[in-house]
Structures are given as structure tokens and as C-alpha cells.
């Protein structure tokens, strides 16, 4: 077959914005696939971590006549690289019709020059023509998301929100990534060692490579003032974290900011979970729901290591702190990641008439229950059978939570004194 090479479209633009008449070699990196036969050149190495083999890549433009000496080409070309059996990419970037980008690649190998096919990446209004009508991605491309945790709870909800065309995400997590993880993450094997933010920030630009993506690899706990900064910015916070030290942080700091959270977390082995809700002094915040006896008895998934050594006394042995380590299925994780990316879009499209304007209609609850398997705090619920009138797992029900007018944290604001 023909080679086919994709180039973003940007790259192409940039190069060609380079005027002049001499023939200039910008020095670019390729990445093949499928034995040479499928290539991803750059004119400058990609914000994300690529995958494929990689091989030399130049890249250039015809003058503005439009021509190109591909003979005097090759020969600098071959005074630069020594390939060592690799292939090496030409892009030659040239302006088509209607004064639209247009790019040529040539492959060279030891067998000759052979032209390849070349595919524009586009630009974004492109990459997310799908979306449209459900969801406002220009709208979407200017938000600001905080999202804390990069486990198995938050990086789908990541990746969820860069498929949708946000813009702007805040990554914050200071766990690196283990092989115990890797079943139940949106990373690989590949990322094996790497910080979590990082790993899922390259997966955030695989799915929106014009995305602004930055990392905290903090403790929320003990960077306080450095992550409310960046609470105080965002449009939206998502707390996918796993410890309660941590949410009820972040508690003060959406209140403090006027900034809606959503809060995201899996019980016991993930045999179900909950999404809350919190719009600053216009419903229940973190403190008045879970610090009330009804739902803070259940307890949480405990996944990590680190979570197990924060409750156990020091000397317990390494078989006692593995047993309490007790992970649920992925597939168990997944609705209720879902659960909160959706009602993330919601939040972020609000003010714009969408097709998530009826979901808003819906989701009138500020707290949301999912029982995967009737275990645990769901033992005793009902067989799903053919009913809907009962609860049974693997629905979605919202509960009514009213504010604690006693909450040490929100309690006593009334709603006149309401934050602006
Ligand atoms: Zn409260």
C-alpha cells in the first residue's frame, strides 16, 4: 500500500508562515506504524507523549512560486541524517486551493523515494463537528476544569470532558502509576512509574491535542493555598479523590470561591458508589451530607496501599495491610465516572441551550446512589426483576439532601448573605 502520513494541520500553517524564498529544513520527528506503512510526522515534537517507532522527519515549503529543488533536497537532506535502515518522512508544505494548506510527504528509504498520502489532522472546530447540537464545543473549548485524583475514578472522567472539547483541565494527584493499577485505568502498561497526571494528561491530548493541560503533583492536604488558587480559577471542580482529609479541603475551598464541585467515589469494592453535587449556598456542601451519620457510615473503596497505612497502626504486617486493600471492577467504577462527567457537562453547558438542557431538567437532586451488586450498604435491596417502583442495583437515584442549617461550614449563612 501507499504510505499514509498525518500531519497536524496547525504544524503545516506554521511552516508555511515561515516566508522566504530559500528552502529551509526544519528538523521534525516521525513516528511509524504497521511496518512502515503508517506514519504520524511533526514539525515539532507533540505536547503528548507519541507512540510508534520512531524514525527522522524533515519537513520544508516550496517557494513562492511554488517550486521546490527536491534534487539539492536530498542531498541536505543526506548530509544531516544518517537514517541507520530507518525511513525518513519529507513533509514539503505548499499553499492549495484557495489558498488553503496543502502538504506533500515523501518517504525515503533504502529502496528509493516514494510519495505518500498525507492526511491533515484538522483544526479543533473539526475534530468535534460530531458533538454538535448536543453539546456547544466552542463554549466547552473556554472552560476551566480542577479535576483531583487521576485514578481510576478520575481519568476517565478526564478523558470523558476532552472527547466533549473542554479546554482547559488542572490535573492534580500525587500518585505514580503501578502495575496493581493498570486494570482498572485509562493508562497502560507504557505508563508503568509515570505520575498519573502526566500519563493521563498525554490521553487528555491524544482525544483534544488543543487542550491546555497542567499538573499539580501535590498532596491537596498539605498545599492548601497553591491548589485553592487554582480552584479559584476554574469553572468547575471535580473531586475524585480518595481520601476524606482531602474532599472536606476542597469542601472550603469550592464554598470559599463560590466554585459548583462534583464528588465522585466508589465504596467496599466498589459493590457501588455516590456523585454529590454542591452549588455553593444554594444546597448542601460536603460537610452537611457527609458528615451526618446517614451515608458517612459506608465505607469507602480502598484501593492503594496508602490509604490502607493512613488507618492501620504502624506495626501491622504487610499480608494484614494487603488484605484491606479490596479493589472493585473497573466496569464498577465506570458508571459512576460517567455519572459525573455527564453531570460536569451539564454544569459547564449551563446558560447555553444544548441537548444536556432537558438533563438539567432531570438531575433536580444534588446526590446520586448506584449500587452495582446488592452487597454491602445495598444487601438488603430488592432483586431487580421486572419492577421499577422499588430499588434495585445498576439504576440511578437521586436522594433528597437538604443543607444542615447547623453545618460547621455552611451552616448559619442565610441565602441573602449568599456570595455573589
Ligand atoms: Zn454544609
Redesign the pocket.
Known amino acids: 500500500m501507499t504510505p499514509l502520513v498525518y500531519v497536524l494541520e496547525e504544524q503545516v500553517r506554521d511552516l508555511l508562515s515561515q516566508t522566504g524564498d530559500d528552502v529551509q529544513l526544519v528538523d521534525g520527528v516521525a513516528f511509524g506504524f504497521d511496518d512502515w506503512t503508517v506514519f504520524h510526522a511533526y514539525t515539532e515534537k507533540p505536547s503528548s507523549t507519541p507512540s510508534g517507532y520512531v524514525c527522522p522527519c524533515f519537513a520544508t515549503h516550496a517557494d513562492s512560486a511554488g517550486f521546490l529543488d527536491e534534487e539539492k533536497l536530498m542531498m541536505q537532506i543526506r548530509r544531516r541524517v544518517d537514517p541507520d535502515g530507518l525511513p525518513i518522512v519529507i513533509l514539503i508544505a505548499g499553499t492549495g486551493a484557495g489558498s488553503s494548506p496543502s502538504c506533500r510527504a515523501l518517504i525515503v528509504t533504502e529502496k528509493g523515494v516514494a510519495g505518500a498520502d498525507t492526511r491533515f489532522v484538522p483544526r479543533r472546530s473539526e475534530l468535534y463537528s460530531r458533538n454538535t447540537g448536543i453539546l456547544e464545543t466552542s463554549a466547552l473549548a473556554e472552560k476551566k476544569v480542577v479535576i483531583v485524583g487521576l485514578g481510576s475514578g478520575g481519568s476517565p472522567i478526564a478523558l470523558e470532558l476532552a472527547r466533549a472539547g473542554v479546554g482547559h483541565f488542572t490535573l492534580i494527584d500525587f500518585d505514580r502509576l503501578e502495575l496493581g493499577n493498570i486494570s482498572r485505568h485509562v493508562c497502560g502498561v507504557n505508563d508503568l512509574g509515570r505520575y498519573k497526571t502526566l500519563a493521563v494528561r498525554d490521553q487528555v491530548l491524544q482525544k483534544n491535542p488543543y487542550a491546555q493541560v497542567s499538573t499539580m503533583e501535590v498532596n491537596v492536604n498539605q498545599a492548601l493555598s497553591q491548589v485553592e488558587d487554582t480552584v479559584a480559577a476554574c469553572d468547575l471542580l471535580i473531586v475524585a479523590s480518595d481520601n476524606d482529609q482531602s474532599r472536606f479541603n476542597l469542601n472550603q475551598m469550592s464554598l470559599n470561591n463560590n466554585k459548583v464541585a462534583l464528588y465522585g467515589r466508589a465504596i467496599t469494592r466498589a459493590a457501588g458508589g455516590e456523585v454529590l453535587r454542591v452549588r455553593p449556598w444554594k444546597g448542601?456542601?460536603y460537610?452537611?451530607v457527609f458528615s451526618s451519620g446517614t451515608v458517612a457510615g459506608r465505607e469507602e473503596e480502598m484501593s492503594q496501599k496508602r490509604q490502607a497505612l493512613a488507618v492501620l497502626p504502624a506495626y501491622v504486617e504487610e499480608d494484614k495491610i494487603n488484605a484491606m486493600i479490596q479493589v472493585g471492577l473497573s466496569s464498577d467504577i465506570a458508571p459512576i465516572a460517567n455519572m459525573v462527567a455527564k453531570m460536569a457537562l451539564v454544569e459547564l453547558s449551563r446558560g447555553i441551550e444544548t441537548g444536556m438542557t432537558t438533563v438539567d431538567e432531570d438531575l433536580v437532586s444534588d446526590f446520586y446512589v448506584w449500587a452495582n451488586r446488592r452487597e454491602e450498604a445495598y444487601a438488603n435491596w430488592p432483586r431487580m426483576g421486572f419492577k421499577w417502583t422499588h430499588p434495585s442495583i445498576l439504576r440511578w437515584y437521586g436522594a433528597r439532601v437538604d443543607?444542615?442549617p447547623d453545618?460547621l461550614?455552611?451552616?448559619g449563612h442565610l441565602e441573602e448573605e449568599a456570595k455573589p
Open positions: 448542601p456542601c460537610n452537611c443543607r444542615d453545618c461550614v455552611c451552616g
